[in-house]
């Protein structure tokens, strides 16, 4: 997929408060232009991803894969305050020739959709076919086809819901403290700010993304006559490295934890069920049995809220993360609706 920047000159408003004289969007698409009656696929990215899904669904992404980028005209916009391009804490200041660090306004998921709608239109996309979305990229998907119900057609969200819930916002508390607690990150001198916070908010939202039956399968001990377990720690260590080593900051992650916790289809809209009556689009809700960040019991009540649309379950052991891995239930779930574009 060919990467683009869209950058706006006109007043950007947010949700929360604030604006800015305008912002850059990151983007890609397949590797030609569009063209009016191209079927378009759209794809939303989770938390720490980007905007290249052939990088983080490989198995899906690509040309002759299962969403051909050849056969399809496929889309994925990188969400604003990711540090993969799209404008965010990480970004420069022109006040100040320095990134805006915690001067950046707090932005929602309704922003990330606004941000996605303006490339759409920029494309001269009329409609989409297909958008879908996992975790946050679900947010995202749910938020869109409640924004535009006339311009999406088709919607799949995965492993995700319809309002943050405690639970999810408690995970995430936990690692903006973690962040917090390095000095560094308030002092805002350079990126480096809340690096080793960050690697230690990593490690923490691992937990969450994966299950218990997930670790004991991937980090048992191999000795059993070891003193203290450490291959769980080490892997836990190597992922709060990974991400650093990624080029992701700590106040990208911050922002973002904080755009999670706006996500309520409801807010302004009468609630959750009135919002969620509006959709139009055809639908599909896929929840995953492991998936301890956004359960069953709570996305089973959510899809019955949608007009028409159908729930799936998938089986994995490696909870929340069973998006990013279950290819095989994934396509046999996606398949019909490929087949209906």
Known sequence: MISHKLHT???????????????????????????????????????????????WWSDLTGPGKFFDTEKYFVVCVNMLTSPYGSSGPASINPETCKPYFLDFPKVTVRDIVKTEILVREHLGI??????????????????????????IQRAVYVATSARVTPWVTAGLECQRMAIRADQSFEECRD????????????????????????????????????????????????????????????????????????????????GVAAALSTIKAKTKVIAIDSDCLFPIVDQKPFADMIPGCEYHVMTSAFG????L???????????PVLESL
């Open 9 to 55: 000159a006109e007043t950007f408003s947010f949700e929360a408060g604030g604006t800015l004289p305008g912002i850059t969007i990151e983007y890609r698409t397949s590797e030609r232009e569009y063209r009016k009656g191209d079927k378009v696929i759209w794809i939303c990215h989770a938390l720490t991803a980007n905007s290249d899904p052939e990088d």
């Open 126 to 151: 009329e409609k989409v076919d297909l958008l879908i979305g996992g975790s946050i990229g679900g947010f995202q998907a749910l938020e869109w086809t409640v924004m535009e119900p006339d311009v």
């Open 191 to 270: 990126l480096k700010g809340g690096e080793a916070g960050l690697r230690c908010a990593r490690g923490q939202a691992l937990i969450s993304y994966r299950s218990f039956e997930g670790y004991c399968l991937t980090q048992p001990e191999t000795d059993d006559d070891v003193i203290f377990a450490d291959r769980a720690a080490s892997y836990e260590r190597y992922q709060g490295l990974k991400i650093t080593k990624r080029n992701f900051d700590a106040y990208s992650y911050y922002y973002l934890t904080y755009a999670v916790d706006s996500h309520n289809i409801g807010r302004n809209r009468g």
């Open 320 to 323: 929340h993360d069973g998006f």
């Open 325 to 335: 891995l279950e290819y095989p239930q994934l396509r046999e779930i996606l398949a």
